[in-house]
């Protein structure tokens, strides 16, 4: 189907936003099991926690590949191979008999994985009009937070008493996910773009655009941004752990204590669903400054670091029946949340410094297609995607040893705390790099803006390219009021 009216272009968009959310479900079944594959398999936590670290890594380098391949060619067929793969990894993770074959089965899952955001942040963003690109993208973005979660409570409600059941239903509905995508409206390149309307665009990624996508000075903070923010990001999967941790510190036995940690991890992540607030802010103060979105992200990731560190050390007081059913249990911990202070207060912290951090993913998506034409959005987005995947392999693996050697002067679950607390710190630099790219954003702009123009140009002679001229002057001036200096 490559053709279709507004039902089948929102069936797509259903499509789009499910298959987002479960290669995200995948990445996020581990980490509340490391304790449970760990014991299966005879080897501890750090190892399991290998497996997510190499996942990251490996998605994210082939998502490079991935990107490029659909810059390049039909965009379906690779989305479509690359979600097989990651189900099949991700089905063979559940019927492993030993820890050599699940990380194995991790690497298959992570180089499937690598195809999905790349190539779908592409074609998502030529579905999406530049005024609202914030608002939409922080949808999209959120499906994929969505998806985190729901790996994270998948992982511990079917996965506390068997973690094989989580991989196996999960493979299942990729299944399922990847048979409707086949029906998909394929979108064609530029769609969105004014400067493209009524014009057949098919322009496709050459190797020597590589030089001139670096040359835009905005993409380079852009993809760095995510190493460290990705740190932080990163140390963040370590929350069920933490919880885990508490509950047992408590008396918990260890599958409630998992349970209870699953939960918690969930509950306390809910203000990443305020990223909608992020990307309306960002497209309002980007209609008045080409810098808006920019400081948007730059101002929520500094401004949410002391509320994550005050999250990570106030006591909660964890009231659950020990042994219950989950939904006993999960019904407790909703109660915990009205009926003992600390919970709430802690819930009320979490998701305000959530809602602070997480207005920086739809204001990036959205500079990413503002900055490039649409034939290099997959593979820009993939090198930012290849600096965070490394950022947050760091932050995974290298936590790990902090909470080990934290572990002699600071008890559990105290030592989760303190290390969880300083590794937020290393969102400083992302705000900073988010501000240098408010500085260059307006240029780089303009200059994609009159290069769409330009080509548009070419494939409609009739149409007057000097008249948007003055759009791409005024963005200078506001990048850069004193060009002369």
């Not at 005050?310 to 915990?336: N, R």
């Not at 290393?426 to 200059?447: C, E, H, N, Q, R």
């Not at 002057?473 to 506001?478: D, N, P, V």
Request: with cysteine; net charge positive.
């Amino acid at each position: 189907m490559n053709r279709g009216g507004t039902a089948h272009r929102v069936y797509s968009v259903a499509v789009f936003v499910i298959l987002a959310s479960l290669d995200n479900v995948a990445i996020g079944l581990v980490p509340p099991l490391y304790g449970s594959i760990g014991d299966t398999f005879g080897v501890g936590e750090g190892h399991i926690a290998l497996a997510t670290t190499v996942m990251f890594l490996i998605s994210a380098v082939a998502a490079i590949a991935w990107a490029y391949a659909g810059d390049r060619t039909d965009r379906k067929p690779v989305l479509i191979i690359g979600t097989a793969i990651w189900v099949a990894g991700t089905a063979w993770s559940g019927l492993s008999g030993g820890y050599p074959s699940f990380l194995a089965s991790q690497v298959v899952a992570a180089f499937g994985l690598g195809a999905v955001a790349s190539v779908s942040f592409a074609v998502v963003s030529d579905l999406i009009s530049p005024r609202r690109r914030g608002l939409v993208m922080s949808f999209w973005g959120l499906s994929q937070g969505v998806g985190t979660l729901a790996g994270t409570l998948v992982g511990g409600l079917l996965g506390h008493a068997d973690w094989r059941r989580p991989f196996l239903v999960t493979a299942a509905a990729g299944v399922v996910a990847t048979l409707a995508y086949v029906f998909t409206y394929n979108v064609p390149r530029g769609e969105s773009q004014p400067e493209l309307a009524g014009v057949d665009y098919d322009e496709r990624i050459r190797p020597r655009d590589l030089p001139v996508i670096f040359n835009r000075r905005t993409n380079i903070w852009l993809i760095l941004q995510g190493g460290t923010a990705q740190i932080a990001f990163g140390s963040l999967v370590w929350l069920p752990v933490l919880f885990r941790s508490r509950a047992e510190h408590q008396g918990y036995s260890s599958g409630t204590a998992v349970l209870v940690g699953s939960v918690f991890a969930t509950l306390f992540q809910l203000g990443g669903a305020l990223s909608i607030v992020g990307g309306l802010v960002g497209d309002r103060l980007q209609r008045r400054t080409p810098r808006g979105r920019a400081l948007v992200a730059a101002v929520g990731v500094l401004a949410a670091v002391p509320f994550y560190v005050v999250l990570f050390f106030v006591p909660m007081k964890i009231e659950v029946p020990d042994g219950g059913s989950s939904g006993q249990v999960i019904k407790a911990v909703l109660g915990d949340v009205f009926t003992e202070p600390t919970v709430g207060f802690c819930l009320a912290t979490a998701v305000f410094a959530l809602m602070l951090t997480s207005a920086n993913s739809p204001n990036w998506f959205a500079l990413l297609a503002d900055v490039n034409p649409p034939e290099h959005r997959g593979t820009v987005y993939s090198l930012g995607n290849l600096v965070n995947g490394f950022g947050r392999a760091g932050g995974n693996a290298v936590v790990a040893v902090v909470f080990r050697g934290l572990s002699g002067a600071f008890p559990p679950p105290l030592n989760y705390a303190v290390g969880l607390a300083g590794f937020q710190f290393f969102f400083v630099p992302t705000g900073i790099m988010y501000w240098l790219a408010s500085k260059t954003v307006a240029k780089d702009m303009a200059g994609t803006h009159a290069a769409l123009l330009a080509t548009a140009s070419d494939l409609r002679p009739d149409r007057d390219v000097r008249r948007d001229l003055p759009v791409d002057e005024r963005l200078t001036a506001e990048q850069d009021p004193h060009p002369g200096r």
